[in-house]
């Protein structure tokens, strides 16, 4: 005859399953984690006011009390490549109570210009690497340790990739600038772009690797350039781009081929600033076709929700502030960006 349960071991069962959300897929995810935000903030304020902009918008993600902040970009289009201006901004930068997690914008680079007018950005790349990500932690007064590419011998260059994971959900950076990924029609060997396409390759095939071996929930890829990844066969991203080669193509197909293969959610998240194109959705908005999201963010203030084991796993909410001024959700500057005059060193 067999013994009824007695009450011990009931509360027992019941707290085993409360300790765990079983998924239809069969993976787990403790139960009571919380969601948590991330403040996305983007360097689109004007030369002049650069300082107290960035200053101020830091402050503001410190009172949403964010998991995590990412910075999109140093500085703005025009304003100086110099090793003075970078070092000012990652001073500004680590101000930031919360771990903060820079995501290099084409803006920062690949436009600069030493004093006789030939360009210089792959030095001044190098040097932003040799200044903003000389160790295996975040900017920022707390601590968040990050894993960066450049660990890799054969990598050593690309420091700025990094990854780490929160609640079952890896984050990761990668350098895709806008302009076309810096894809350049001048003769000869495009070594850059060709290198860094290796290194962005090797990458990708790595994050969405160990999302899928470690079985989470979710991917959240941050970059500058919008790769355009759910473009219909035969999009071209050409139009006002003297070349007829698209610098986002391998990036774009590569990652498509990996979501398919990967059963979780991945979502792409860019700071582009080029003008809209036709068709595009309103920025802000998180469009989907099947587990790859895409949303571009414009302006200098956005927050993203994850909430662990839970559907969506991904949304955008208004910041604190904006909902006690009463301003609409995610605010975005108006108009289409107008593109300054590339800086000098």
Same mark, same amino acid.
């Given at each position: ?20 959300? /079983?998924?239809?897929?069969? =993976? ?13 903030? %983007? ?25 995590? #902040? ?5 500085? @703005? ?25 820079? /995501? ?19 030095? =001044?790349?190098? =040097?932003?690497? +040799? ?77 969405? %690797?160990?999302?899928? =071996? ?8 941050? @970059?500058?350039?919008? #790769? ?7 999009? @071209? ?9 698209? %610098? ?7 990652? $498509? ?37 895409? /949303?571009?963010? $414009?302006?200098?203030?956005? #927050?993203?929700?994850?909430?662990? %084991?839970?559907? !969506? ?6 910041? +604190? ?9 995610? !605010? /975005? ?6 593109? !300054? ?5």
């Amino acid at each position: 005859m067999t013994r009824r349960a007695g009450p011990a071991l009931l509360l027992l069962g019941a707290a085993l399953l409360a300790a765990a959300a /079983v998924r239809a897929d069969g =993976r787990t995810r403790a139960a009571g984690e919380a969601p948590f935000d991330i403040a996305v903030i %983007g360097h689109t304020f004007p030369d002049e006011l650069g300082d107290a902009d960035l200053k101020r918008t830091i402050a503001r993600a410190d009172h949403e009390k964010p998991a995590f #902040v990412i910075a999109t970009g140093i500085k @703005s289009e025009d304003e100086p490549c110099s090793d003075k201006l970078y070092l000012q901004r990652k001073a500004l930068l680590n101000k930031s109570t919360q771990p903060l997690v820079l /995501v290099l914008t084409g803006a920062d680079w690949t436009g600069c210009r030493n004093s006789a007018g030939r360009s210089n950005a792959i030095e =001044r790349l190098n =040097r932003i690497r +040799e200044i903003y990500y000389d160790g295996q932690e975040a900017l920022g007064r707390r601590p968040l340790d990050v894993n960066r590419q450049s660990t890799i011998t054969k990598f050593r260059s690309y420091a700025e990739n990094a990854y780490w994971e929160m609640h079952g959900v890896l984050f990761a950076t990668i350098n895709v600038p806008a302009r076309n990924n810096h894809y350049l029609i001048e003769a000869g060997r495009n070594s850059e772009y060709e290198d860094r396409l290796v290194a962005n390759r090797a990458w990708l095939q790595r994050l969405f %690797g160990m999302a899928k =071996r470690r079985q989470l929930d979710g991917l959240v890829l941050f @970059s500058d350039g919008d #790769v355009r990844i759910h473009a219909e066969p035969g999009f @071209s991203l050409l139009a006002g781009f003297s070349t007829k080669h698209d %610098g986002f193509a391998e990036t774009r197909r590569l990652t $498509r081929v990996l979501a398919e293969n990967y059963p979780g959610k991945v979502l792409l998240v860019d700071a582009n600033r080029e003008p809209p194109v036709k068709g595009d959705p309103a920025p802000g908005t998180i469009t989907w076709r099947g587990n790859l999201g895409h /949303v571009t963010l $414009r302006g200098e203030w956005n #927050v993203l929700r994850v909430a662990p %084991g839970a559907e !969506p796993l991904f949304t955008l909410h208004p910041a +604190e502030a904006d909902k006690a001024n009463g301003q609409p959700k995610l !605010p /975005v500057e108006g108009g289409a960006p107008k593109r !300054p005059a590339r800086s000098e060193r």
